[in-house]
């Protein structure tokens, strides 16, 4: 008699976030929570010119503000803190944490003030006077380049960072360029689509604002750093290196990371500040960004200018792209800046076996916050611009979106497909996907409705697009601190299991997710299972968390550890039972040999067992506990189809969106709810880029959207419900088949927003718009003003 | 985003604010803090001291006697958009209270605050204005009532003296046969009003009897638009008529229109007549359908005071 109850498979299953009750009850520890005896508090002086020299920084206000225990100007600093690393291969100016002698954008560090309170440490910061020379300010990439107004840095006399990179058909390592395929392809084409294509600069805008706890104890020589990070390995790494420590003398923590999308990747000048100084002074030190700082001093998303053109023959086939890309990066280079226009370059030819596509590269300093990751980091932008101009094609040669997508897709049977890129795309059914969006859409009845509202004089439109992104970063070649992704799971002596995951964490759910895979993988219930994150002393080694990767690498390393384990474990049973391994079956709690229940023995007795092994085979040690890392051989690419129905307010020009279909593929999923919770996300981020979101800087490079007054954020109320579906092309690169799903919502949306708009106003003889859509940019449209 | 330093003071009735005001040169008085509080973390403002009128009871509150409305000015947006005094009297005041800013605003922010803040995107103003209300205001020496009309100068600055304290807004009930309504074109980011329009149109006998028109967000104090309402009033309310009275609205606005990089002043301007026409006709419909008129929202949630 069998009365242990079933415990049911979870892998698929839509089960809830456990994260989320300590979340939504303001119970769970951010960094800003962190409280240590003796803590001080920084405040940053920060430029409100975009670009002077430094006559002077006179502290002395500051310091004589009540509760002011220093004040440090980037001078100073400098004096113990070198420039700041970047993690690309690429050449770069210096770039101290504070600026020494030019700043280069408003909001850059000029003095730090260490203080008893915030309240003090911002007074006194505000108490600083700084003397600048003004210099002319360059905020247009494309005059930048021509070095005039002004020169950012003195090596970079036209501002050009790097480039002009080229890739693509004709492009060799170490070749002469050929520029026959791309030629020839232009002089077949019945038409070529021309457009110049602005996708604008974004602010990331994590609910919780970036914060660093920097905490040396001289008698140890050790530092502790808490910080709102995406990668505290990363973190560990490099303020290790900055401030002349071991990394076995450094841990970093994340704790409760309140949302990061690519921003928080960045190891920034605040936290080398912070750790420096805290060494520096021996005492623990906290550092919180306020939003309008955040505005500022957190790196930007986006900007690029893209020029494509397209040849076409009448009949839909592309014969080929050409895209040259001017990439507004801002006053520096971070940590990734100069790699994230490079991921547009690779995934400029879309969904498409386009036979040929070159696509050329410049990036550019100016007078701005600089760029970074930022949810999707360069795939959208790659996406954007071939979306736009097959949607130009499209409309150009009156064929429906869909038929032109269908006729130049890469077909399944030639996958692994290699682009002219550079990129082995893993898997894919793009029709599939596309047939599904267009089922569930209900595209033919869309149509139908959008003549009718049109026939009534409503302004409707009707955008589709289609999106290929590269996630599950990768190959160590492709990722600079190393591709891989670490995991220790462990059974405890009651039989309860706890697991690392080096992937950290900051909204993505994995605490669940890893949660359900391991209690498959065990049979034990979900409770006995604890996933353990973000800090660097719990954690042995990781990368961290961006690149939609932390299921399709971490998850994987995760699933490796666990195997190791249970193979030990399994062999501690089979010892017990008088079995052979393989006969075993680990379920409901329970381990078995198969077909024959009444052996069964508690999984908890098994573990303990491990533990105090009185008698064990001779070559198994005791305990249950192991680990693996995890390198993928290849990104995941996955992909999906939006359909989106706008109306465009015909006195107003304000934008509406009636309908929203997303259909991703993402290979397995371990838990639809959650993704579908990134979905959505990803598509309020996506969407809001298209109608809503913009920095904007004046000529003189002084920001203009400087709080939430002015940069605005997408809400819930703001939208249609989503109607989505997925379909399931499992990845050959992990065993999980799972490829990845935290971007693919920002990748997809914007083309499809955009083309929706397009649709609406082509009977004003609209063809392309730029982001993001201002109801006076469409009203003039529909005056009849040129775009 | 931290405030600079000041005294908080906290009063318990409306003579104490006074006192507490003549003691504290320069402290201003903190109600929802939902204006208040953003400026003093932006660092735009810095009060010696703040003297918190949150928990006066006798500023709070709505009553209706004697053909007016009385709302105490602590009273918070919500209780304004979810009271049915209001949506049966003051329809066009209960529809802009609702479309404040986000519920968290709206339970907080009062209606004393906004109005004595006068922002030029605010809403109140513009349906107070419309509606004739007038403010009942203590000053130190006693209490007197300003007319809307004469309450809001200027950008940020109104009629109020150093002292004075708005301890309640009167809003004439509706007439028979008026219909009120208030149109809003919002900024996606704030959510406050680049252009509001409210109308509130009397018919009579098929025509359009007493008619008043006013607009907020284009200029630094909410405007009545007269040449719309003089183009209207004693028309047969046709869609053209509407029309025609709302593209007047242009002799309303002078040279100078508030502008920014999200909408800007010659587009606010082309703005003003879709606004004006819309928020015309949806209150001509409401005055056309008074017999009819849906019974007014029952609010969800009542304090006991109300
Ligand atoms: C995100 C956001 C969005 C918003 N959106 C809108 C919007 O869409 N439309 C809109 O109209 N408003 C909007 N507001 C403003 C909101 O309505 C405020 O609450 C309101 O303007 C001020 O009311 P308060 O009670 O919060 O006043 P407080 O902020 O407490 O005070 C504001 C000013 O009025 C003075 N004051 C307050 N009460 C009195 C009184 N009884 N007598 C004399 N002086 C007084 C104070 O001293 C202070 O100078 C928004 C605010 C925010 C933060």
Redesign the pocket.
């Given at each position: 008699m069998n009365t242990v109850p079933v415990l049911p498979k979870l892998i698929g299953r839509r089960i809830k976030r456990r994260e989320d009750p300590r979340l939504v009850r303001g119970r769970a520890t951010y960094v800003d929570d962190v409280k240590i005896h003796g803590l001080r508090h920084l405040a940053f002086k920060r430029s409100d010119v975009a670009h002077g020299r430094i006559r002077s920084v006179d502290t002395r206000a500051a310091a004589a503000v009540d509760g002011v225990e220093a004040v440090l100007t980037g001078a100073e600093i400098a004096g113990f803190l070198g420039p700041m690393p970047i993690g690309t291969p690429f050449p770069s100016p210096d770039h101290h944490a504070v600026a020494v002698d030019t700043v280069r954008f408003v909001g850059e560090p000029v003095a730090v003030v260490v203080a008893r309170d915030r309240y003090a440490a911002r007074d006194a910061a505000d108490a600083v006077v700084v003397d600048y020379e003004p210099l002319p300010a360059v905020v247009d990439p494309e005059q930048a380049m021509t070095g005039q107004p002004a020169v950012l840095h003195a090596d970079y006399p036209t501002n050009v960072a790097l480039g002009p990179l080229s890739r693509g058909t004709g492009i060799r390592r170490r070749q002469p360029v050929d520029d026959t395929a791309v030629d020839e392809a232009f002089a077949a084409a019945d038409m070529v689509i021309s457009q110049r294509i602005v996708n604008q600069r974004l602010a990331p805008n994590s609910i919780e604002p970036r914060g660093v706890v920097a905490h040396y104890e001289g008698g140890k020589d050790e530092l502790t750093i808490w910080s709102s990070t995406q990668n505290p390995h990363i973190l560990r790494t490099f303020v290790a290196r900055m401030i002349g420590l071991g990394q076995d003398r450094v841990r970093a923590i994340a704790p409760e990371v309140g949302g990061g999308f690519g921003a928080k990747i960045n190891i920034y000048g605040e936290e080398y500040v912070a750790a420096a100084l805290s060494k520096r002074l021996d005492m623990p030190l906290k550092w919180i960004e306020d939003r309008s700082e955040a505005f500022l001093a957190t790196v930007h998303g986006r900007d690029l200018i893209g020029y494509v053109d397209l040849a076409a023959r009448r009949d839909g086939s592309v014969l080929g792209l050409k895209l040259r890309i001017v990439a507004d990066i801002g006053a520096y280079n971070m940590l990734l800046t100069a790699g994230i226009p490079t991921n547009s370059m690779t995934m400029a030819g879309g969904s498409y076996a386009f036979p040929a596509v070159r696509v050329t590269l410049t990036e550019v300093f100016t007078n701005k916050t600089p760029t970074d990751a930022y949810r999707g980091a360069g795939r959208p932008e790659a996406t954007y611009f071939v979306e736009r101009a097959m949607d130009m094609l499209a409309r150009e040669i009156d064929m429906d979106p869909a038929e032109l997508r269908r006729k130049n897709f890469i077909r399944p049977d030639r996958f692994p497909y290699r682009t002219p890129l550079g990129a082995v795309y893993d898997s894919g059914d793009y029709e599939k996907t596309l047939d599904r969006a267009l089922e569930t859409a209900g595209w033919a009845q869309l149509r139908t409705e959008r003549a009718a509202a049109r026939a009534a004089g409503r302004v409707v439109g009707l955008g589709l697009s289609m999106y290929v992104e590269s996630c599950g970063l990768g190959p160590s070649a492709m990722v600079s601190p190393g591709g891989w992704e670490h995991s220790q799971v462990t059974v405890e002596r009651d039989g309860r299991i706890s697991a690392t995951t080096g992937a950290s964490p900051h909204g993505q759910g994995n605490e669940t997710t890893f949660a359900q895979m391991l209690a498959d993988q065990f049979g034990v219930p979900i409770d006995h299972v604890t996933i353990r994150h973000g800090d660097t002393a719990v954690v042995k080694q990781g990368i961290g968390t961006f690149g939609s990767r932390s299921q399709a690498v971490g998850g994987t390393a995760l699933h490796n550890a666990g195997i190791k384990v249970k193979a030990k474990m399994a062999r501690f049973a089979a010892f017990l039972l008088e079995a052979h391994e393989e006969d075993l079956v680990f379920e409901n709690g329970t381990i078995a040999v198969q077909g024959a229940p009444s052996s069964a023995r508690p999984f908890a007795e098994v573990a303990a067992y491990a533990y105090k092994p009185v008698k064990r085979p001779e070559d198994l040690d005791p305990g249950l506990s192991d680990e693996a890392f995890f390198e993928p051989l290849n990104n995941t690419y996955p992909f999906g189809c939006q359909i989106a129905m706008i109306e465009v307010d015909r006195g107003t020009g304000e934008a509406r969106l009636l309908k929203m279909v997303a259909v991703n593929d993402a290979g397995h999923l371990i838990n639809p709810l959650i993704v579908e919770g990134q979905i959505h996300g990803g598509l309020a981020q996506g969407i809001g880029q298209a109608l809503i979101e913009e920095v904007v800087y004046d000529r003189d490079g002084q920001p203009l959207t400087g709080s939430?007054?002015d940069y605005a954020l997408p809400r819930a109320a703001d939208f249609p419900r989503f109607e989505l579906d997925h379909t399931v092309t499992p990845t050959p690169v992990n065993p999980l088949g799972a490829k990845g799903v935290g971007e693919a919502g920002t990748i997809g949306s914007p083309p499809c927003i955009v083309a929706a708009a397009v649709d609406a106003l082509s009977p004003f003889g609209v063809r392309h718009i730029d982001m993001m859509l201002r109801p006076e940019k469409l009203w003039r449209l529909m005056q009849g003003e040129p775009s | 985003m931290y405030a600079p330093d000041f005294a908080y003071y906290r009063a318990d009735s409306v003579a104490e604010i006074g006192r507490l005001l003549r003691k504290h040169p320069g402290a201003?008085?903190?109600?929802?803090?939902?204006?208040?509080?953003?400026?003093l973390k932006l660092r735009l403002?810095a009060p010696p001291a703040l003297i918190d009128?949150g928990r006066i009871g006798e500023?709070k509150g709505i009553s209706v006697a004697d053909g007016r409305l009385r709302i105490g000015?602590?009273t918070?947006?919500a209780q304004i958009a979810a009271s049915s005094e209001v949506a049966a009297h003051a329809p066009a005041l209960a529809a802009?209270a609702g479309?404040?800013?986000?519920p968290?605003?709206?339970n907080?922010?009062?209606?004393?605050?906004?109005v004595?803040?006068a922002?030029p995107?605010?809403?109140?103003?513009t349906v107070l204005l419309a509606l004739g209300a007038s403010f009942a205001?203590a000053t130190d020496d006693g209490e007197r009532a300003i007319p809307a009309g004469g309450f809001f100068q200027d950008m940020m600055t109104t009629a109020?003296g150093e002292h004075?304290?708005?301890?309640a807004v009167d809003v004439p009930t509706a007439p028979e046969g008026q219909g009120q309504a208030y149109e809003?074109f919002?900024?996606p980011a704030?959510?406050?009003?680049v252009i509001g329009a409210a109308a509130a149109v009397g018919l009579t006998g098929g025509k359009v009897g007493r008619v008043v028109v006013t607009l907020g967000g284009l200029v630094p104090a909410a405007i009545r638009a007269g040449s719309v309402e003089q183009a209207l009033s004693g028309q047969a309310p046709s869609a053209d008529a509407i029309a025609d009275a709302a593209a007047a609205v242009s002799n309303d606005l002078g040279p100078d229109l508030i502008g920014d990089i999200y909408a800007s002043a010659e587009y606010r301007r082309a703005m003003a007549p879709v606004c004006v026409k819309r928020a015309l006709t949806a209150a001509l419909k409401r005055a056309s359908s008074v017999a009819e008129a849906p019974a007014a929202r029952s609010p969800w949630w009542k304090p006991s005071w109300l």
């Open positions: 939430f007054m | 201003k008085l903190l109600a929802g803090g939902h204006s208040l509080i953003p400026l403002a009128i500023l000015a602590l918070t947006h802009a479309v404040i800013g986000d968290a605003v709206r907080r922010g009062t209606i004393g605050g906004n004595a803040h922002d995107a605010s809403d109140l103003p205001v109020l004075d304290i708005v301890t809003k919002s900024h704030s959510r406050y009003a």
